[in-house]
């Protein structure tokens, strides 16, 4: 475990190393104050330098610039170059290298350059004082190109963190949405499976109540049909959570994500598909609804997703014509095959008996069979016909690639 640990708001390794290049440029200023020119005020500027330094991470341009201004007043005073100076190549390191602009280290580059001169100018000794120049500008410029090469490398590995924090956003929010996804799946399905079933439920329920004394028998009926319809619920609604479970850890992890018709064609977790519907449709005819059933065309073999929205889509609409046509209303729905799309039709007249109470509100019914039609690029159309009733159509468009399919 690596602790942080930092000294008034800056890593403490960092202000160590600041103190110790600051300590060696005072040292240097201090050591010489008897043999170098200027002797204790050029030793003043020194330790000034070094003093600055200190914060050459956090403000490298001031540094910079208050740096040059002692190395300005050293020029002044004609001591010429002396050994603390190494405090103005690092003042120029520093600024090329953690300056927010490279602007900044290229005017601290021309300062320098400009110092180089005055210094070579103020050099005692026999050679030339452009071959000092030279050699001044050769270190002066390895210098700034040290600290170009290490800034660009330091803002490139920046760059690097910021891109995998980047991603690892990106990740996040798909992950996000993902959930976001999933839980409006498991939304629809309960809505599918708890709603056809409480609202069948309900009708034959006050059907029982109301016929219990004048017709027994139909009372009877009623009373199983809510049974018969409360079993197919529980049975589809574990079929459900078992597809949602996550496995056991005595089960051996799955090295791949079986596929979606696999599901489908297991006994135990088979999602509700269009070959179950006269299964459905024998149901809403038990629970008072005359279901009339017409298939078109050849029909196609459909991806998992879109068999299961076909069968929703039937069973909302039953659902909507026994709540609000009531019981005995007539209904024809018609499954029509076209070439590009399966078009699924549900008509009533209408003129079923009103229900004994209040028809159960079926919450986001519409809603649900808009969005799942929507997922395909489908297109719904639901509301009242002249001659009386509803009507809902659903076209779905089919896969142009087999196999190809999204979620629903």
Not at 145 to 156: E, P
Not at 309 to 334: C, D, I, P
Request: proline share 6%; with cysteine; charged share 20%.
């Amino acid at each position: 475990m690596t602790v942080n640990r930092t000294v008034f708001g800056r890593p403490l390794r960092s202000l160590a190393f600041d103190v110790l290049v600051a300590g060696v440029v005072a040292l240097l200023a201090v050591a010489a104050v008897v043999s170098q020119p200027g002797g204790v005020p050029a030793t003043l500027v020194g330790c000034a330098m070094a003093v600055a330094l200190l914060w050459r991470r956090v403000h490298p341009s001031a540094v910079a610039a208050v740096v040059a201004g002692l190395a300005m007043v050293q020029v002044i005073a004609g001591w010429g170059p002396l050994a603390y100076d190494i405090g103005v190549l690092i003042a120029l390191y520093s600024v090329v290298k953690y300056a927010e602009r490279l602007r900044d280290g290229v005017l601290a580059g021309i300062v320098a350059a400009i110092g180089v001169l005055l210094a070579a100018s103020q050099t005692v000794g026999n050679a030339a004082w452009w071959a000092v120049a030279i050699y001044f500008a050769l270190v002066t410029g390895g210098v700034w190109l040290a600290a170009l090469n290490v800034r660009t490398r330091r803002l490139y590995v920046l760059s690097l963190e910021e891109r995998a924090a980047t991603l690892e956003r990106e990740r996040e929010a798909e992950a996000r949405a993902a959930v976001a996804g999933e839980r409006a799946r498991i939304a629809r399905e309960l809505h599918d499976v708890v709603a056809h079933s409480m609202a069948v439920m309900i009708v034959q329920a006050d059907g029982a109540r109301y016929m219990l004394d004048q017709d027994p028998e139909t009372a009877r009926a009623a009373v199983k049909v809510v049974a018969d319809t409360g079993r197919q619920a529980l049975e589809e609604m574990r079929r459900l959570v078992d597809v949602l479970r996550e496995p056991s850890p005595a089960e051996p992890p799955a090295t791949a994500e079986p596929p979606d018709d696999a599901v489908a064609a297991d006994p135990e977790h088979r999602r509700a598909a269009v070959a179950e519907l006269p299964a459905l449709l024998d149901r809403f005819r038990a629970a008072g609804l005359r279901v009339r059933h017409t298939v078109t065309g050849e029909p196609a073999a459909l991806p998992p997703g879109l068999d299961l929205t076909v069968y929703r889509v039937v069973q909302e609409a039953l659902t909507n014509a026994l709540k609000h046509a009531g019981v005995g209303a007539s209904v024809r729905v018609t499954l029509e095959h076209v070439p590009d799309a399966v078009v699924v039709r549900v008509v009533d007249d209408g003129l079923g008996r009103p229900p004994v109470g209040p028809a159960p509100s079926g919450g986001h019914g519409l809603v649900g069979m808009r969005e799942r039609v929507g997922v395909y690029d489908g297109t719904l159309v639901a509301g009242p016909r002249l001659a009386g009733g509803w009507r809902v159509e659903a076209r779905l468009p089919l896969p142009s690639t087999p196999g190809t399919e999204v979620a629903a």
